[in-house]
């Protein structure tokens, strides 16, 4: 493990005891990167190596911990292992705001990119704050990246919505198990970004109604269904999802009350913990939880 600042207020939970974290898998490194002028915080976790180099998206929040980066870290470990991929799993954070002004943000993950340009094992890729344009930033840099734009021969991931379209596929496999018919089913959304938009758009070719959505600014709830294109036009346009004109507008965490049959966390980690789990109301007499 590898920490290269000792400043002890940069990165919160830093000096708790990291080697908590490991195990018979890794985590291979945990680096802590600090550049003063830019104001750079950032933490990258390599977890294992074993099946190849290491993929895992960079993030942008002010509050990522230590912690966070690597249970994300180890979750690419053990995907990219079930899906037989010839890649080991990382995660790495830049401890910032996600909507600063285009230049600033370019800056920081520019540094970033610079800083971890000698950590050959770990490929990084698009997360919660980041896009194709800033793995374009970090090819540049460091000649290595995934999720790229088009125009620089790489796949839109968020344009054409390949995670959101990887959890309608999971949602459609638990519902046979659940005895669950998608058709008409309600279906909530905690997150309605790049990830839980397309979720929804994915979903509903398979019937499902969104009836509740919520972002960093509030919950809208409609149990007549909510028109996802034009919600998704919204979102688009850099407003919420309550200034959608129809429906409930509700507090954030009012996601967690609204009944449904399928309720999809697509946000940050913990937004369903020990303390709130008996929120959820998504089961009926044919149904189980799905979370």
Same mark, same amino acid.
């Given at each position: 493990?590898?920490?290269?600042?000792? %400043? !002890?207020?940069?990165?919160?939970?830093?000096?708790?005891?990291?080697?908590?974290?490991?195990?018979?898998?890794?985590?291979?490194?945990?680096? !802590? @990167?600090?550049?003063?002028?830019?104001?750079?915080?950032?933490?990258?976790?390599?977890?294992?190596?074993?099946?190849?180099?290491?993929?895992?998206?960079?993030?942008?929040?002010?509050?990522?911990?230590?912690?966070? *980066?690597?249970?994300?870290?180890?979750? +690419?470990?053990?995907?990219?292992?079930?899906?037989?991929?010839? %890649?080991?799993?990382?995660?790495?954070?830049?401890?910032?705001?996600?909507?600063?002004?285009?230049?600033?943000?370019?800056? @920081?993950?520019?540094?970033?990119?610079?800083?971890?340009?000698?950590?050959?094992?770990?490929? $990084?890729?698009?997360? +919660?704050?980041?896009?194709?344009?800033?793995?374009?930033?970090?090819?540049?840099?460091?000649?290595?990246?995934?999720? @790229?734009?088009?125009?620089?021969?790489?796949?839109?991931?968020?344009?054409?919505?390949?995670?959101?379209?990887?959890?309608?596929?999971?949602?459609?496999?638990?519902?046979?198990?659940?005895?669950?018919? /998608?058709?008409?089913?309600?279906?909530?959304?905690?997150?309605?970004?790049?990830?839980?938009? %397309?979720?929804?758009?994915?979903?509903?070719?398979?019937?499902?109604?969104?009836?509740?959505?919520?972002?960093?600014?509030?919950? /809208?709830?409609?149990?007549?269904?909510?028109?996802?294109?034009?919600?998704?036009?919204?979102?688009? +346009?850099?407003?919420?999802?309550?200034?959608? $004109?129809?429906?409930?507008?509700?507090?954030?965490?009012?996601?967690?009350?609204?009944?449904?049959?399928?309720?999809?966390?697509?946000?940050?980690?913990? *937004?369903?913990?020990?303390?709130?789990?008996?929120? /959820?109301?998504?089961?009926?007499? %044919?149904?189980?939880?799905?979370?």
């Amino acid at each position: 493990m590898i920490n290269n600042t000792s %400043h !002890h207020n940069l990165f919160p939970g830093l000096w708790e005891d990291a080697f908590r974290f490991t195990d018979e898998l890794g985590p291979a490194k945990i680096i !802590h @990167l600090y550049e003063p002028l830019p104001g750079l915080k950032g933490i990258l976790v390599v977890d294992n190596v074993a099946c190849g180099p290491a993929i895992g998206g960079i993030r942008i929040a002010p509050d990522v911990t230590t912690e966070e *980066v690597f249970r994300l870290a180890r979750s +690419m470990t053990l995907k990219n292992a079930a899906a037989g991929l010839p %890649h080991g799993g990382a995660k790495s954070a830049i401890l910032s705001d996600p909507k600063l002004p285009l230049s600033d943000k370019e800056r @920081l993950v520019r540094t970033f990119a610079r800083a971890i340009k000698e950590i050959t094992e770990y490929i $990084p890729g698009p997360d +919660m704050g980041t896009d194709e344009c800033c793995m374009a930033w970090v090819k540049d840099e460091i000649g290595r990246a995934v999720g @790229l734009p088009p125009e620089i021969g790489g796949i839109p991931m968020d344009e054409i919505g390949a995670t959101g379209f990887g959890l309608s596929i999971s949602t459609e496999v638990a519902s046979r198990f659940c005895n669950l018919e /998608l058709k008409e089913a309600r279906l909530v959304i905690q997150g309605f970004g790049s990830v839980g938009k %397309h979720a929804a758009r994915f979903l509903a070719a398979k019937g499902v109604i969104l009836v509740g959505a919520a972002d960093s600014q509030g919950t /809208l709830f409609n149990p007549q269904g909510i028109d996802i294109a034009q919600l998704i036009e919204l979102k688009n +346009m850099g407003k919420s999802v309550i200034d959608y $004109p129809e429906g409930r507008k509700l507090n954030r965490d009012a996601a967690l009350d609204i009944e449904c049959e399928i309720w999809i966390p697509a946000a940050r980690p913990d *937004v369903v913990r020990a303390d709130n789990v008996d929120r /959820l109301r998504t089961s009926n007499s %044919h149904f189980e939880k799905l979370i």
